[in-house]
């Protein structure tokens, strides 16, 4: 996602469903730490896409 808020959405959206943060929360959350969750949610994601394309090789 390019758009800056788009991507904002996502990764609220991610901790929503994950983690169960209302996206209120999300936003409300200092930039540091924001950034840290996002951080997480991109190396979790990858692990995941790693994992997946281990499988299917499989």
Do not use: C
């Amino acid at each position: 996602m390019e758009d800056g808020e788009s991507a904002e959405f996502w990764y609220a959206y991610h901790a929503y469903h994950t983690h169960g943060m209302t996206p209120s929360t999300f936003a409300e959350l200092p930039r540091k730490e924001r950034m840290m969750i996002i951080a997480f949610i991109d190396i979790k994601a990858k692990e995941e896409e790693k994992q997946t394309r281990k499988n299917k090789r499989k």
